[in-house]
């Protein structure tokens, strides 16, 4: 488990608490809990006396923050299991799903399991929420039934102890956890997607936090793409299904859509103050036809998981609500990506944490 204090100390303690509660089972389990932190921290005194109290958690602590990749990489070297489970600080595993895993794991494959967001109080919090269950029990889940990639690996997924000590996480991109399963499928390994294998998660509940998060992700993808696009495309070891699959996420995904709804929106704008607009235009045309089929598909995305984690029926309110945000919300990530896009462009590359400052909802 990785945090990074103090953003994460209103959080952290309690993570702790309920995963070394999940792997009481096996004594010979121990949660290793790297921290990145400048300064003193109360939760970091908490630690370790908790530490000293439980024979199982181990805390180690840097005093240089410079981003999740070393911190992951330190735990790494201490672990001393079979199996790694690596988890982010918001994070922790179901009831009993840890146990489970141990009983089935081969002890050769890597896992990826889903995250789902346990705080859905505000209006913004359901939207990333829906947003989340339909990435993970939905994309995920069809890629790896057709055979396509299945990433992150970084966060509530198990790795066999030397395959993750062999590759390790690095700082070629801000999204560590996609670039090393990039390069997990260069070198032969195959990633596979549990469903069952859950943990639950804090959405950003801000619309600041959540830009620099989503901006975050979109640079690292570009740095994914700039990194690996030459390994992709001549590997031996992909089929052209993967290398397309892999393709498509780092490129066409965002650019295809982001300049679908840009347009649908320029062209809307445009009829509002000038009353018409060439409607013959090629890409008008394309895109009043990619729109409506993207929103037809996230209509059909969200009915698929709207139950899923709740008591509601077909479509749950937070459902409904993303149907009908879901045009402004692909605009803002839209934008996102072209702010990524010109971040790239200036050569930055700091790692920025998203901010947190709130206390988890039981």
């Not at 918001?90 to 840890?98: A, F, I, N, Q, S």
Request: aromatic share 10%; net charge positive.
């Amino acid at each position: 488990m990785c945090a990074l204090l103090p953003n994460e100390e209103e959080i952290l303690l309690n993570s702790v608490r309920k995963v070394l509660g999940e792997i009481e089972f096996n004594k010979k389990n121990e949660l290793i809990v790297s921290i990145a932190s400048i300064e003193s921290s109360r939760v970091l005194a908490d630690l370790r006396t908790l530490e000293l109290s439980h024979g199982q958690l181990r805390v180690l602590l840097s005093k240089e923050i410079v981003g999740k990749f070393a911190q992951l990489n330190s735990a790494i070297k201490c672990a001393q299991n079979d199996l790694i489970y690596l988890l982010d600080a918001d994070e922790y595993p179901v009831e009993r799903v840890l146990e489970r895993a141990c009983r089935q794991h081969s002890r050769d494959e890597i896992w990826q399991g889903v995250t789902l967001p346990r705080n859905q109080n505000v209006l913004f919090e359901k939207i990333v929420g829906s947003e989340t269950k339909i990435k993970y029990l939905v994309g995920l889940q069809f890629r790896a039934l057709g055979g396509g990639n299945v990433y992150f690996c970084g966060s509530n997924a198990i790795w066999p102890r030397q395959k993750l000590v062999s590759l390790q996480f690095n700082n070629a991109s801000l999204v560590e956890d996609v670039e090393i399963s990039v390069r997990a499928n260069l070198e032969g390994h195959q990633v596979h997607f549990k469903p069952w294998l859950i943990a639950t998660e804090l959405a950003p509940s801000k619309l600041t936090s959540w830009w620099i998060q989503r901006r975050r992700w979109a640079k690292g993808w570009l740095e994914v793409g700039q990194h690996h696009f030459h390994d992709l495309v001549v590997s031996k070891r992909l089929n052209w299904r993967q290398k397309y699959d892999w393709l498509y996420l780092i490129y066409l995904r965002r650019v295809v859509l982001a300049t679908a709804w840009l347009t649908y929106f320029t062209s809307a704008a445009l009829v509002i103050t000038f009353g018409s607009i060439n409607t013959s235009d090629v890409l008008f045309d394309w895109a009043l036809h990619i729109v409506p089929l993207q929103l037809s598909v996230a209509i059909i995305q969200v009915a698929a998981t709207s139950n899923t984690g709740t008591r509601s029926g077909l479509l749950s309110k937070s459902s409904v609500l993303y149907v009908l945000c879901f045009p402004f919300y692909e605009l803002m990530k839209s934008a996102v990506a072209l702010d990524a896009v010109r971040l790239s462009a200036l050569g930055r590359h700091e790692w920025q944490v998203t901010p947190r400052g709130m206390r988890p909802k039981e």
